[in-house]
């Protein structure tokens, strides 16, 4: 809820700026999709607590980084006049961290990454009144994070799936008369916090499952750069 408000009072402050009064007297649509090329650096802190198999903690492990990555996705709008549009993006990519290796108390090595799959976003888009070409961007993003590790007692980190908010700025170049454009685009995205866990709850440790160890993530965000060839069908 909180994200929707978010986006609701920036489409608020926008909806004040000088627009023309015919502006939003049109009755028609028109449809617009897209394929974008994304470049982006996403930076993350996280936790890792290790309990042996009498509940007690024996180490803990804070590391904070970022990486760069680059992914597809594909975009549809739907259109309302001139300077309003809803729009939801998918990117079928997955977007991979870097493999982080820990050795433990035991000698043992574990190793941990993330998978970010079906990143998603719903968005709506708004078109600066006089200033042609540039708009701004708000949306609410969800994506499912796949946990691969590797651990020495055999034991898995569940997956999980977190929401958050994405704000971007963009221009639109049409070329000529045709429904082809071409869009470049910067935004900004942070998702919630994120808690996974081998498993084992504080109270089920026993020397089989070498007891629960757990990670907590946070400041999960990303800047995006993106460009994009679009093709709008009825206006």
Known sequence: ??????????????????????AFEKSDFSLTAGLAGNSAVYGASAKETNRNASNTIKSTKRASGVF?????SG?????????????????????TTPQNKRTDMENNNT?????????????????LPGIDGVYLKAGIVSTDLDV??????????SNASTDGTLFGVGYNHSLGD??????????YMELDDVTSSNGVSASGASVANSGRNQIDAS?????????????TLGK
């Open 68 to 72: 760069a990555e680059s992914h597809q």
């Open 75 to 95: 975009f549809i709008e739907l259109n309302f006049g001139d300077y309003v549009s809803l729009g939801y993006e998918h990117t079928p990519d997955s977007i």
């Open 111 to 127: 190793t941990v990454s993330v998978n970010f799959n079906n990143l998603n976003t719903a968005y709506l888009k708004f078109s």
């Open 178 to 187: 045709s429904p082809i454009s071409i869009r470049i685009e910067g935004s």
């Open 1 to 22: 809820m909180r994200k929707i408000l978010t986006i609701i009072s920036v489409f608020s402050v926008i909806s004040l700026l000088p627009v023309n009064a015919n």
């Open 219 to 231: 400041n999960l965000e990303g800047l995006n750069a993106k460009v994009a060839l679009t093709f």
């Open 148 to 157: 691969k590790e590797s651990m020495a007692s055999g034991s898995t980190y």
